[in-house]
């Protein structure tokens, strides 16, 4: 079966520093995407940032990127120069593109971020 | 226009009840979805469609009634609820189930009471 874990439930940074959120994930498949949602008090669910898997270089969005280690199945997110508006729940999620009608996103638990002044 | 538009935004009903929530999107995709999502936790899929059609149902209560009158709209029928049932309903959609790019863009969701 297919997994995600994200191993941090909470972490807090202070406003300009930089934070990694760790995100590992098991599949035996190897055409895939890997997403990081934020889900702020607001509650809308905005996409981050995501990585083919068949793409070696590591995807990069503004301030945050990734280090995506394929082989050790590894998704971690770096947020650099961070925000108070970072503050959030990031949620690491997982789709298998061969799984045809029963394609659907796989989460991890969620790393609750909190960004100080 | 990348907006899934969700009403309404907060809904207290009755155990005895009848709603129903709205979802809207107007970017041409052809999957949507419902989402049932509890404090602190990730979304939970219950329901799938595909082209207007529904692919994947997560075993979710008939007190749950998923519809897609057409590619645009999803609605999600509520009837003799459970307070367990009080939740963050979550709309979501994306290009197609075949499509490369499977990116889901979210709506803001309803926040569910039930009394």
């Known amino acids: 079966a297919q997994t995600v874990t994200q191993s941090q439930p909470e972490m807090s940074v202070q406003e300009a520093e930089t934070v990694t959120l760790s995100c590992t994930y098991d599949?035996?498949?190897?055409?895939?995407?890997l997403f990081w949602y934020k889900q702020p008090p607001s509650r809308q669910m905005i996409l981050v940032i995501r990585?083919?898997?068949?793409k070696q270089q590591n995807a990069t969005e503004n301030r945050f990127s990734v280090n995506f280690q394929k082989a050790a199945k590894s998704f971690s997110l770096k947020i650099s120069d961070s925000q108070l508006g970072d503050t959030a729940m990031y949620f690491c999620a997982f789709i298998e593109l061969n799984a045809g009608n029963n394609r659907k996103l796989i989460w991890g638990l969620g790393t609750s971020l909190a960004v100080n002044p | 226009d990348t907006e899934v538009t969700q009403t309404p935004k907060h809904l207290v009903m009755g155990m005895t009840n009848k709603k129903s929530l709205k979802c809207e999107q107007h970017?041409?995709?052809?999957?949507m979805y419902w989402y049932k999502q509890k404090a602190k936790k990730p979304p939970e899929l219950m329901f799938v469609?595909?082209?207007?059609?529904?692919?994947i149902n997560e075993s979710v209560p008939s007190r749950f009634s998923p519809e897609c009158p057409n590619s645009s709209l999803l609605n999600l029928h509520l009837h003799a609820l459970q307070p367990e049932d009080s939740a963050l309903y979550l709309c979501a959609s994306s290009q197609g189930r075949a499509a490369r790019n499977t990116e889901a863009f979210f709506g803001q969701g309803t926040r569910l009471t039930v009394v």
């Open positions: 970017m041409g995709h052809r999957a």
């Open positions: 469609y595909s082209y207007e059609k529904l692919s």
């Open positions: 990585q083919e898997a068949y």
């Open positions: 599949t035996s498949e190897s055409n895939y995407y």
